[in-house]
């Protein structure tokens, strides 16, 4: 057992290497940190900087070619790193465990639930029976409703936080000492990330356990976490309290990615988001000096050739830099572009309606039962204007968008209306120009590109297609077009492969611009980039809409970045739109108690607290929609509205509640506002 | 899941009617006046007309259809015109030989194979992965006949330890002895199969090995040969299944080239004389018949494929 002066885990100037084709390439390079009994440890960091590996490294399981090339890793003062196979397999029976950032493959799909759960029971001696009975009690702690029937289920039976609650049992049920959480909630809604941090929270208290918790989401990592380190290129750059770390970011990374974020409030019209200069080193590369000097505001040659220590800031927050003092008011980094001349640049849109959808319906046909995906949704969008779409896994955000392109056909009585003009149903009964003048970019460049063509044809065949040009125009057109969106010319022969996401990202979007659209629709065009590569892309895209008066759609889980980039908001829930409005009135309410709900599940990273508003129960099926308002079931704000009947039996319309302000709820506006002051 | 089998079992039946119906017009555009053949140059036109009204073949070749149709369905194979006995009590002993080097062959082989496949993802990358993997499928590319005409002349005559024939003499037919008098056959279809099994064994191993369930059982403190056993084999297995179920018309036809070379009375033999021959009757009768096997193992590969497959299983269910 621990002593109370025993860290649960300790890294002691751990190094961890891949190789890849032959070469040793460092991944994490001299991190120390230690996890007291019962404190969450926070581990934050964009993609490639080592923080799974840190997390894998902890259960001592690296990949094939990944070795432990020097330093110790401590469980309660005993060093697994040196410990044989047998031993750490007992350890990892009954004290530590990991939870994972996928639960749905994290599942054996071929097992059932319960036997799955009950397995961690058996390897520590319970017998079969008993072991049944326990992974039932397993799954009431992480509060699964109906537990008897959910064992009995297979992985792909659960949705996903439902799956991350099993994996979370599984996890808790060998009693450990230590978990370790890769990104626990990445890839799950909103309303149900906040469900199973409240969870994480709870089991917590209750248990005991220490936490090593892994995420890219400062939000998540500053509501979670006690003490957190920041990661960058494999090494540890800062750490110390949260609220220390949040407070008075000392290194100038920290700083740079904290003001990456489209934060509270910010919002394009007056706001440009902050980005970190340059793309992060390549895996394993060497560095004398400081691993952020090459992107570092205050480098100067110290940082390049001298390797920081680690400083004191306060207490226990360290930061390794040679400028921690300065690193706060360090210059911001903003890439300003030159428009060609001012006479072009749209200042704001106007009111003018150029997209026009009235009482769009889709119904899909699933298994031969008909499930009604959207429902009679109609909005206008304006020239040079942003709509946000905003709703969780299932809201029909994305059939939205398919509907608008034609990709799916409406169902009778749909109507779009592009400029006045009354367009096609389907997008190959739509002419060349309708087509080039509506463009999306998708949430995965990777998926989106051929990777067989070069970044020059990809753009040019676009454009050859789209606007007809003969094959050398296009080419001049694609290189024009690309050096635009800020990719060197040096890249334009590059394929996909040989870029970096952002840069992918870039490509699509060029390739969407092809046409000289009106209208791009963005389908969570962000979601799989850092944060500071999200601000340059989110940038680029406001540049765009400046330059040209392109209007977008803009569909975002993030409500951050939604709210930052829209004029106006459509919110969906069941495909239906329940508020509607400027951005600025959804996101300053009163709410739809939907929107509410939906807001306060974010965890925010200014630390305030919030109280959360929870949707009870699970999103009810589209093909078998509630009685009267579809929210009814969950609403937070039914009960003791004294609407409670009407909620149940009728569906409410979309009025205006405020000037320019729509909702779809009985409770009218004024009690609403009282409620959530 | 019933209706499921239902419906596979439909498909089944459209496919053998239309194999029955392909293999019909088949062998009626092939060369050479029948009647003429069977009864030789001596034969007077009284002759060739009786020969055409015995077997039908005076009717339209509709009704001719309809007819062996007809009697497909009553169980009746008709009349062999080379031997002048019922097809039937020609190819019956006969399929009953072939199941037995059949059935020696599928249970040599897919152990064998498996085995084979696991071993070599268990061990990827090291010389054992590579021998199984490169030797699997440079045995394939040699034909079975090719084999077994080796594997009589190398093993069988040079060192004597494997009987030349497939079939032993009368007096010791036990079935131990007719199962040692089948393995060199067996042994020559193994070479060709083995590879192809193999390697999709090794895929699906892998690729289980690489999963994240995998890791899932690793972390929970499972010691790896019993993670493998629980958690990787029933996900790798699926894809095999598939892979066994395809290689069945390539087994059937290995065994036609290999019975002629240990000559074995089995079905492929006596196909082969059909073939010859020329005997319309058995030939049609017997390629029905290797249709429906491949169409059955075809069936029990989907069924078992499903029944695996918890994600099929609920989706057919429903």
């Known amino acids: 057992m621990s002593t109370t002066n025993t860290a649960t885990l300790e890294l002691r100037n751990l190094e961890v ?57 401590l469980f309660e003062g005993k060093n697994i790193v040196e410990m044989a196979d047998d031993e750490v397999s007992s350890l990892r029976r009954s004290a530590i465990s990991m939870v994972y950032q996928n639960p749905a493959t994290a599942l054996n799909p071929t097992i059932r639930v319960g036997d799955q759960v009950a397995e961690v029971f058996q390897l520590s001696g319970v017998s079969k029976s008993d072991s049944l009975e326990m992974a039932q009690a397993a799954l009431v702690q992480v509060q699964i409703a109906d537990p008897a029937q959910v064992m009995r289920r297979y992985a792909h039976q659960l949705s996903g936080g439902m799956a991350q609650r099993v994996v979370i049992a599984m996890a808790l049920a060998s009693n450990p000492r230590l978990l370790v959480m890769d990104e626990p909630t990445t890839g799950l809604d909103a309303t149900v990330e906040a469900e199973v941090l409240d969870l994480v929270r709870e089991l917590r208290r209750d248990t005991g356990t220490a936490v090593l918790f892994i995420s890219h989401n400062l939000g998540v990592i500053r509501h979670m976490c006690d003490r957190v380190g920041v990661l960058y290129a494999g090494a540890l750059v800062e750490q110390g309290a949260t609220a220390d770390l949040f407070n008075n970011p000392s290194h100038p990374y920290t700083v740079g ?129 942003t709509l946000g779409l905003v709703g969780e896994s299932g809201s029909g955000k994305t059939t939205i968008a398919k509907l608008v392109l034609g990709l799916v056909s409406p169902e009778e009585g749909g109507v779009i209306t592009l400029d006045g003009k009354g367009l096609a149903k389907t997008l190959n009964r739509r002419d060349v120009h309708d087509v080039g003048s509506m463009q999306i970019v998708f949430q995965n460049p990777d998926q989106a590109l051929n990777r067989r063509h070069s970044v020059t044809r990809i753009v040019g065949r676009a454009v050859e297609r789209l606007r007809g040009f003969n094959v050398s125009d296009a080419i001049d057109r694609a290189h024009e077009l690309l050096s635009g969106m800020r990719v060197e010319a040096s890249l334009h022969s590059a394929r996909p492969v040989q870029l970096s996401g952002g840069l992918k990202q870039r490509v699509a979007i060029s390739r969407a611009f092809a046409g000289s659209p009106q209208i791009v629709v963005c389908d969570e065009p962000t979601s799989a980039l850092d944060v500071s590569v999200q601000a340059a892309i989110l940038n680029l895209l406001v540049d765009l809409q400046k330059q040209d008066g392109v209007s977008f759609i803009f569909i975002s889980h993030d409500l951050g970045v939604v709210r930052y980039i829209s004029d106006r908001i459509a919110v969906l829930y069941l495909g239906r739109v329940v508020e509607f409005g400027t951005s600025q009135r959804v996101f300053n309410g009163p709410f739809h108690p939907y929107t509410e709900a939906l807001l306060s599940s974010v965890p925010n990273i200014d630390g305030s607290i919030r109280k959360r508003i929870p949707l009870t129960g699970v999103v009810p099926s589209p093909s078998n929609p509630p009685s009267g308002c579809v929210l009814n079931p969950r609403c937070p704000r039914k009960a003791g509205s004294g609407y409670e009947t009407l909620c149940e039996t009728e569906e409410p319309n979309l009025t205006e509640v405020e000037p320019g302000h729509f909702m779809r709820c009985h409770i009218p506006v004024a009690n609403l506002k009282q409620l959530q002051s | 899941m019933k209706q499921f089998i239902l419906k596979r079992l439909g498909l089944s039946v459209v496919t053998v009617f239309l194999v029955a119906v392909i293999v019909f017009f088949l062998t009626h555009i092939l060369p050479g006046n029948v009647a003429r053949q069977y009864l030789g140059k001596g034969a007077t036109e009284e002759d060739l007309v009786e020969f055409r009204r015995v077997f039908g073949l005076d009717r339209s070749l509709l009704a001719q259809l309809f007819g062996w149709i007809g009697d497909l369905l009553h169980g009746d194979l008709g009349e062999s015109m080379q031997y002048r006995v019922s097809v039937k009590d020609l190819l019956l002993p006969a399929i009953g030989y072939s199941s037995k080097l059949a059935g020696v062959a599928f249970f040599l082989i897919v152990p064998i194979s498996i085995a084979g496949g696991v071993i070599a993802a268990m061990n990827r990358g090291k010389k054992i992965d590579r021998a199984i993997t490169v030797g699997g499928l440079s045995a394939a590319v040699i034909p079975e006949f090719v084999w077994a005409i080796v594997l009589v002349l190398t093993v069988g005559v040079t060192f004597q330890i494997f009987p030349v024939s497939a079939f032993p003499d009368e007096g010791n037919r036990s079935i131990l002895n007719q199962i040692w008098y089948l393995i060199l056959p067996s042994i020559s279809l193994l070479l060709v199969l083995f590879g192809y099994i193999a390697r999709i064994t090794r895929a699906g191993v892998i690729e289980a090995l690489e999963s994240d369930y995998m890791r899932t059982a690793v972390l929970k403190g499972m010691i790896r040969r019993k993670a493998v056993s629980k958690h990787v084999l029933r996900n790798a297995l699926l894809p095999t299944i598939a892979v066994i179920a395809s290689q069945v018309p390539y087994l059937i036809g290995g065994l036609i080239a290999v019975e002629i070379v240990f000559n074995y009375p089995g079905f492929g033999t006596v196909l082969k004389g059909a073939v010859d021959a020329r005997d319309y009757a058995v030939l049609q009768s017997g390629v029905i018949i290797s249709s429906l096997v491949i169409v059955i193992f075809q069936l029990i590969a989907d069924i078992l494929f499903a029944v695996l497959n918890p994600r099929i299983r609920q989706k057919v269910s429903e």
């Open chain 1, 17 to 73: 290497a891949y190789t890849v084709r032959g070469i040793d390439r460092e991944v994490l390079r001299d991190i120390s940190l230690s996890i007291a009994p019962g404190e969450a440890y926070g581990l934050v960091g964009e993609s490639g900087c080592g923080k799974s590996t840190a997390a894998f490294a902890a259960m001592r399981y690296l990949p094939r070619n990944g070795k432990i090339t020097g330093g110790a890793i």
């Open chain 1, 257 to 385: 990615l904290l003001r990456c974020i489209p934060r509270g409030g910010l919002h394009k019209s007056t706001d440009r988001l902050d980005t970190i200069p340059g793309t992060p080193p390549a895996l394993g590369t060497h560095f004398d000096g400081c691993v952020f000097a090459d992107r570092c505001a205050l480098a100067d040659d110290n940082c390049r050739t001298r390797l920081p220590q680690m400083v004191t800031i306060s207490g226990a927050h360290v930061a390794r830099c040679f400028h921690s003092d300065k690193a706060s008011s360090m210059p911001r980094s903003i890439e300003l572009i030159e428009y060609a001349s001012q006479a072009d640049v749209h200042s704001v849109h106007n009111d003018d309606t150029l997209l026009s959808i009235n009482h769009l319906s889709k119904i899909f046909t699933q298994d031969g039962h008909k499930v009604q995906v959207i429902n009679d949704v109609s909005f206008n969008l304006g020239f040079g204007e």
